[in-house]
């Protein structure tokens, strides 16, 4: 085998070595991309989720403070009745609550 057959070898295999180098680069390059793809694919996914559960919180949210307003001028109103009904007896009642409470306080 002659230095110019051996120096031949060298050079092709050197060559195989590298396009076999730059094709494992390029899958890499490729997989890498695709992973990131999917990674921003499932993160777009993820957001669009908490949004919709953030938005489903504020309208239950909503839905409560508005059935306790209501609720809250329900009693009111009943009470405005009630004292209308029974004006004595109204001002008596809140007469001995205050005195209790004052008494409680004064402890």
């Known amino acids: 085998m002659s230095a110019s057959t051996t120096a031949n070898q060298i050079k092709d295999t050197a060559h195989q070595v590298k396009d076999k180098a730059q094709d494992f680069m390029s899958r890499a390059k490729e997989t890498v991309q695709d992973a990131a793809s999917s990674a921003a694919h499932y993160a777009g996914q993820a957001t669009d989720k ?9 309208d239950k ?40 409470i004052g008494r409680l306080i004064r402890k």
């Open 61 to 100: 949210v909503k839905e409560y403070a508005t059935d306790a307003r209501d609720k809250a001028m329900e009693i009111g109103s009943d009470m405005s009745d009630l004292v209308k009904r029974y004006p004595v007896t109204s001002v008596l009642a809140v007469f001995g609550i205050g005195f209790v």
């Open 50 to 58: 908490a949004r919709e559960y953030a938005s489903e919180a504020t």
